[in-house]
């Protein structure tokens, strides 16, 4: 599985760095990718992840490097939605602002879970959903700054479109695939942990 992650990560990465439409939105898109697999290869010894973790954390990847390549304005799956169900804007941002929510909140828990940070699930999963609301704020906050920093890529990093609620719907997508990735994977994702000896009960 290492391989085959190794190479999907650096074909894809390889691929978006090649002609991206805004070479500057391509950097701020893709480095959240970058770092995130240089963490993965120094922990993959000493806290290895459950095969879920990881292929969540791969199509995450992916979708920020498409992203950055097109810009995610002009993504074309994006735009084949916007007109086959006559959208006002490309919506590509939203499925990545969807799966900021969703991907870290299984992360996220699989490291609360292991340490066994929390006695209450109850507790414990209102800190993973409060945690991936705070992580998607700070990243509008990130947006914002690069804006006020830099007007020549503002416009493509941001992505708002004209929407005026463009900030606040990124985080509510946020929210949604936090909340969504614990009432769907979360039993599922116990198994994985179980059979990789990572924890002996749930």
């Not at 391989?3 to 990465?13: E, M, R, S």
């Not at 390549?69 to 799956?77: C, D, G, I, L, R």
């Not at 890529?153 to 941001?158: E, I, N, R, T």
């Amino acid at each position: 599985m290492r391989l085959g992650w190794i190479t999907i990560f650096l074909g894809v990465l390889i691929w978006s760095g090649i002609g991206p439409r805004d070479f500057m939105t391509w950097c701020l898109e893709v480095s959240p990718a970058v770092i995130g697999g240089v963490v993965l290869w120094f922990t993959r010894e000493r806290f290895p992840l459950t095969a879920m973790t990881y292929t969540l954390i791969l199509i995450h990847c992916v979708i920020l490097m498409v992203g950055g390549h097109y810009t995610y304005a002009e993504v074309p799956v994006g735009e084949w939605f916007q007109e086959t169900f006559d959208g006002t804007r490309n919506n590509y941002d939203k499925l990545g602002h969807f799966v900021q929510g969703f991907v870290p909140a299984i992360i996220t828990r699989e490291i609360m879970v292991r340490l066994r940070v929390f006695n209450s699930v109850r507790w414990r999963d209102f800190f993973i959903v409060s945690f991936c609301l705070g992580f998607s704020a700070f990243y509008e906050l990130i947006e914002w700054w690069v804006a006020l920093l830099s007007e020549e890529a503002a416009a493509s990093f941001l992505g708002t479109q004209g929407y005026a609620w463009d900030t606040q719907s990124d985080m509510g997508w946020a929210l949604f695939g936090a909340v969504l990735a614990l009432l769907l994977l979360s039993r599922w994702h116990d198994r994985q942990m179980l059979e990789r000896g990572f924890v002996k009960g749930v």
